[in-house]
């Protein structure tokens, strides 16, 4: 009468898991390639607050000077009421220059963060198919590794 042998499980896994070796070169490029897009982030979100904070200096500045103008004594009761229309329509027409001035930075901001976000998007996608291409290729040569004992 012939005996039938199991097979030995445990030493097949053990056999299986270690063909797969822990490569961290992907995590590795993955990170390097996170931490250059989140610099580059920075880098745009630091130059956009710069900028802003220019436009309302300059802003504030403007402002200053004109209401001091306003300020000073008039010979005439009615020179007042001049001096303070032409503020208002300065103050107005000022409002106006310096809000396009951060529209301008906003839509730079956006179209900077766009490009990088693509940019950074065709290169995790590079390094997803890498990496994906090198395990299915470790896969297979450990599969036809693990059947042929």
Do not use: C, R
Request: zero cysteines; glycine letters at 2%; a negative charge.
């Amino acid at each position: 009468m012939a005996t039938a042998t199991t097979p030995d499980m445990t030493a097949m896994l053990k056999d299986v898991m270690g063909a797969f070796k822990v490569d961290t070169s992907a995590m590795n490029a993955s990170f390097k390639t996170s931490a250059t897009l989140n610099e580059k982030l920075s880098g745009v979100a630091l130059t956009a607050v710069e900028k802003a904070t220019e436009i309302s200096s300059k802003w504030t500045t403007d402002t200053v000077a004109k209401l001091s103008e306003m300020a000073k004594a008039k010979s005439e009761p009615a020179d007042y009421a001049k001096a303070m229309t032409d503020f208002a329509t300065a103050y107005s027409e000022a409002a106006s220059e310096h809000m396009a001035a951060f529209a301008e930075v906003a839509k730079k901001v956006q179209m900077e963060t766009v490009e990088l976000m693509m940019a950074a998007g065709k290169d995790m996608s590079s390094e997803a198919q890498s990496a994906m291409t090198k395990a299915t290729s470790d896969v297979t040569a450990a599969a036809k590794k693990a059947t042929a004992k």
